[in-house]
């Protein structure tokens, strides 16, 4: 059965910075992409960042700059370093995995998911 585990979410100031973690088990995702999405209250869960198997990323507008994705094939992870946070942060953000060629963008594109962790960001 494959999991994926977030980690690392809390409450920060603006300004301030965490780092997530999804740990991948039941499968490797070595040749595939990994990455996150995030859903604030009321909204739709949208696309914030991917990496593919060999390190080419991709950031949605609103954190390019401020966010870096990374991922560590031994041990099946991917990170995302949240700098320059902001309260408009403020979301549950979900680890996303796919078993599909290429880099992802749409929810549609995913093939697996975690149970999200919850980030807030006050002002």
């Known amino acids: 059965q494959v999991q994926l585990v977030e980690s690392g979410g809390g409450l920060v100031q603006a300004g301030g910075s965490l780092r997530l973690s999804c740990a991948a088990s039941g499968r490797t995702f070595s040749n595939y992409a990994m990455g996150w999405f995030r859903q604030a209250p009321g909204q739709e869960r949208e696309f914030v960042a991917v990496?593919?198997?060999?390190?080419?990323?991709g950031y949605a507008d609103s954190v390019k700059g401020r966010f870096t994705i990374s991922r560590d094939h031994a041990k099946n992870t991917v990170y995302l370093q949240m700098n320059s946070l902001k309260p408009e942060d403020t979301a549950v953000y979900y680890c996303?995995?796919?078993?599909?060629?290429?880099?992802?963008?749409?929810?549609?594109?995913?093939?697996?998911w975690g149970q999200g962790t919850q980030v807030t960001v006050s002002s």
């Open positions: 996303a995995a796919t078993i599909k060629r290429g880099l992802f963008r749409s929810r549609d594109e995913c093939d697996y």
């Open positions: 990496i593919n198997w060999n390190t080419v990323t």
